[in-house]
């Protein structure tokens, strides 16, 4: 791989692409690069290997945490969820009789479906997460409650009776569709209850393609249609354990009668994907993607008891942090690879691929380099002011269903109600629990720490026995360089659980910044002893050793993290830092683009690509590297002086002039405290080359 390749700007493209007459988007929930291309190799699923060949195939970045209805509410709206206010599984029912699945009114932003209306176009929607009520869309809405029968599932209305008929039970699927998914069922006992888990799964998704293909059948005048699946998902987590290589909790008896049916689950989807695909029609510009991965190997989780209460959170942890993107068809490259985009990417890319603009308050960008000619990028502010019809649910529907919770229980207060009873009291406490825990990762996965602190500490002082509200609490304190209230969350988490490993990490990372030295020294070669043979804890560890400046171990560590988790950008940027520091500008350069061919949009990768070639003498792609650093992550401080030193030297006064005014505007919002982040930063770059430093 060349430097060049990701040297070339990011934001901004000049270009002529005709848009497509049509869209299909699909949605495997949980698909896997590494089931398929398996199958692949057997010569099986024939449908989406010629789509693949045709087209262009990229890993999917996931975002946190891993919650389906999070995540496709993104994927449909371009923006991450604090934003759309989509944050569970669950909500409140506002009418104050318990809980709801999370509903198309509380969505606070416009889905995809919505901006196509609002620009006359036809647009369905089929299944899509958090769809329901259906909304007044320009053509089909048929919402993820259709299959268990619930009012106001369609729009338009008319079809609500004759699409009633396409709703299939776990009784209706053969058995002979069973058999051949699992091929001993006859030896099973009656009272074995998996066969119905899968009938029951394999009948969801028969009702989703019964209506996909009589929407795509019966309006055949559409813009883009959007299909959702769940299927590999919900059948992964009874089925997956099954697989081989052999779980530990497994008996090889289980293993030999339901080894077979996740990838016989995949193939059924290439069966129905192939009847999409002709549905549409030749010259239909395809998108199939999925959410996130599911782990079918060695990082499999063992999950034998499961508090309810935690079961969203364990369930995740199958989830991989990458799944499956194809783009195919009219407008589109063939047989070509392209690094991760992220699921907020592609909104943005059916945009532009229907010829709309996109608008600047969404957080993905169009996936050009997967386009075959040339496109120009047209920018408006936003979406969301754009006056006219929408196919938006009327404003007085629209609500936060814990303000309309809250706003009853000051009914209940004044006397107006009665009172909740005590089980659904702990219900909806439970789901604000999680919601607000969800809403703070959101903060926290996308470097907005200072957001998501006050809900932890809420968390963590509500709950203190829950080591994830302290540990991520500690975590979010760190990052902004608050290393005495880390170290006491730490502590204070540590008196009741002597032992945790998150936590201890934690503190010892806090004592080395905190400069005490010899006790972070200590406590981390006592934990390096005890987690011998802990690879999954190793970039930690990496960690720890890089704040002591322990380079050589850092490496280690971070080699040994790679082994485990080869997918992982971040280990790749952390092997840079290690280079960096070390003066190993090559091997920085090496690793940073490892990260950015793993996932492009990886700002810490392109700022120490710009470190490592500006020491390297390298000027012109420096300032490229560092820029696009900064449009990924606009207060990477460190990145706008370098450009202020190096467009200075190299005569380019007006760049420098923005950047140093940039440089300036962050200090005052960080009280004049941002200093270099490393070594081998800016300053120390400008006196190696005899030219003053930019403060």
């Not at 934003?83 to 029912?93: A, M, Y």
């Not at 009291?425 to 703070?440: C, D, P, S, Y």
């Not at 002086?641 to 940039?662: E, S």
């Amino acid at each position: 791989m060349t430097a060049d390749v990701f040297l070339l700007p990011i934001r901004f493209f000049q270009m002529t692409l005709p848009p497509t007459n049509r869209l299909l988007i699909i949605g495997w929930d949980a698909a896997d690069w590494i089931i398929i291309d398996r199958l692949f190799a057997q010569g099986k699923m024939p449908n989406l290997r010629r789509l693949v060949e045709a087209g262009v195939r990229a890993d999917l970045a996931t975002l946190d945490p891993k919650l389906s209805p999070m995540l496709w509410s993104s994927i449909a709206t371009g923006k991450t969820a604090d934003k759309h206010g989509i944050l569970n599984f669950v909500e409140p029912n506002p009418t104050g009789d318990g809980l709801r699945v999370s509903s198309s009114t509380t969505r606070r932003t416009k889905a995809l479906w919505n901006i196509l209306t609002q620009s006359n176009m036809k647009i369905n929607a089929v299944s899509w997460y958090a769809s329901h009520p259906a909304e007044p869309i320009s053509g089909t809405c048929v919402t993820n409650l259709f299959q268990d029968g619930a009012p106001s599932s369609v729009h338009p209305e008319s079809l609500a009776a004759p699409l009633a008929p396409l709703r299939v039970e776990a009784r209706d699927i053969p058995r002979a569709q069973l058999k051949s998914m699992i091929p001993r069922l006859h030896e099973l006992k009656p009272s074995d209850d998996r066969p119905n888990k899968l009938a029951t799964q394999l009948a969801r998704m028969s009702s989703v393609h019964g209506v996909a293909m009589s929407v795509l059948r019966d309006a055949p005048e559409w813009n883009c249609t959007m299909v959702f699946y769940e299927t590999i998902d919900t059948i992964g987590h009874h089925f997956m354990e099954y697989l081989p290589p052999k779980m530990s909790h497994i008996s090889k008896h289980d293993m030999n009668l339901f080894g077979e049916v996740m990838p016989k689950v995949y193939e059924h989807h290439d069966k129905c994907l192939g009847e999409l695909l002709d549905a549409a029609g030749a010259g239909t510009t395809v998108m199939l993607l999925s959410d996130h991965g599911f782990h079918s190997g060695d990082q499999r989780p063992t999950i034998t008891q499961i508090d309810p209460n935690d079961r969203a959170a364990l369930e995740a942890s199958w989830h991989r942090p990458f799944g499956v993107l194809v783009l195919s068809g009219p407008g589109i490259k063939k047989g070509e690879k392209i690094a991760p985009p992220t699921l907020l990417d592609i909104t943005p890319t059916a945009l532009a691929l229907l010829g709309l603009p996109i608008a600047a308050d969404m957080d993905g960008r169009v996936l050009a380099e997967a386009f075959a000619k040339p496109y120009t990028l047209e920018t408006i502010e936003s979406w969301e002011t754009r006056p006219g019809d929408a196919g938006l649910h009327p404003d007085e529907l629209r609500n936060n269903p814990f303000e309309s919770h809250d706003a009853l229980n000051q009914l209940i207060d004044l006397g107006y109600m009665p009172a909740l009873g005590d089980d659904l009291k702990a219900q909806l406490a439970l789901v604000r629990r999680e919601t607000n825990f969800n809403l703070a990762v959101v903060y926290m996965s996308t470097r907005r720490p200072l957001l998501a602190i006050p809900l932890f500490t809420a968390l963590a002082q509500q709950y203190p026995a829950e080591s994830r509200f302290a540990v991520n609490l500690g975590n979010c304190q760190i990052g902004i360089g608050e290393f005495a209230a880390c170290e006491q969350t730490a502590s204070e988490f540590l008196k009741q659980h002597p032992t945790h490993v998150e936590a201890r990490l934690l503190r010892i990372g806090a004592l080395a910044k905190l400069l005490r030295t010899e006790e972070s020294v200590s406590q981390l070669a006592q934990l390096e002893r005890e987690l011998r043979g802990r690879n999954d804890l190793a970039f930690a560890l990496g960690d720890l050793h890089a704040i002591l400046q322990q380079w050589s171990d850092a490496s280690r560590c971070y080699k040994q993290a790679q082994v485990h988790d080869p997918q992982n950008p971040r280990v790749q940027v952390a092997l840079a830092r290690t280079c960096v520091a070390t003066a190993k500008w090559d091997d920085a350069i090496e690793h940073c683009l490892n990260a950015v061919e793993l996932k492009q949009h990886t700002p810490e990768a392109h700022d120490y690509l710009g470190v490592a070639l500006a020491w390297a003498g390298d000027a012109p792609h420096a300032i490229q590297s560092f820029e696009n650093a900064i449009a990924m992550q606009p207060g990477l401080i460190d990145a706008h002086r370098f450009i202020v030193l190096l467009a200075a030297r190299g005569g380019d006064t007006a760049r420098a002039d923005i950047h140093r005014h940039r440089v300036r505007q962050l200090l005052l919002a960080n009280h004049g405290k941002a200093i270099e982040s490393f070594a081998w930063g800016p300053n120390a770059w400008a006196t190696s080359v005899g030219i003053p430093p930019v403060d």
